[in-house]
């Protein structure tokens, strides 16, 4: 084999390792340490939960339902926020006491208004419109 064969099969092989790399970078599994206690709710009829489904002073988190936390910081007041913290874009991870909480770095929001309560984050979670119909709840 030449020299300039040789050199084409050893750089299509490292192409092809540079490549299967990165793809493997970009995968959607969330074993990267962003964790969250999620549900994937009624995302196909466009229903997320139930007023039920929703503790008052608490939550649920929905990643299949357009990523996305929901929230009852008083009884019969409902809430959503981005369920994608703005410090790194972890999932948050649970939502307890009033707070929506991220595990990765610590971060803490309010689970009334996605307001820090606690950093690293600087950054509060984007709200989200609610439809409630009946006892159904869904992103509007």
């Not at 466009?46 to 910081?73: E, R, S």
Request: proline share 2%; hydrophobic share 35%; aromatic share 2%.
């Amino acid at each position: 084999m030449s020299d300039t064969t040789r050199r084409a099969v050893l750089a299509g092989a490292a192409g092809i390792t540079a490549v299967t790399a990165l793809a493997a970078c970009g995968d959607d599994s969330d074993d990267s340490g962003k964790t969250g206690d999620s549900s994937t709710g009624g995302a196909a009829s466009g229903v997320l939960a139930t007023k039920a489904d929703i503790p008052v002073g608490g939550g649920k988190i929905f990643k299949d339902g357009g990523g996305v936390v929901v929230t009852q910081p008083e009884a019969g007041q409902y809430k959503a926020f981005s369920s994608i913290c703005t410090h790194q874009s972890c999932v948050v991870s649970d939502v307890s006491a009033g707070a929506i909480n991220c595990r990765c770095h610590g971060s803490v929001f309010s689970a009334a208004d996605g307001s820090v309560k606690n950093g690293p984050a600087t950054k509060g979670l984007a709200e989200k419109t609610l439809k409630i119909d009946g006892d159904n709840i869904s992103l509007a």
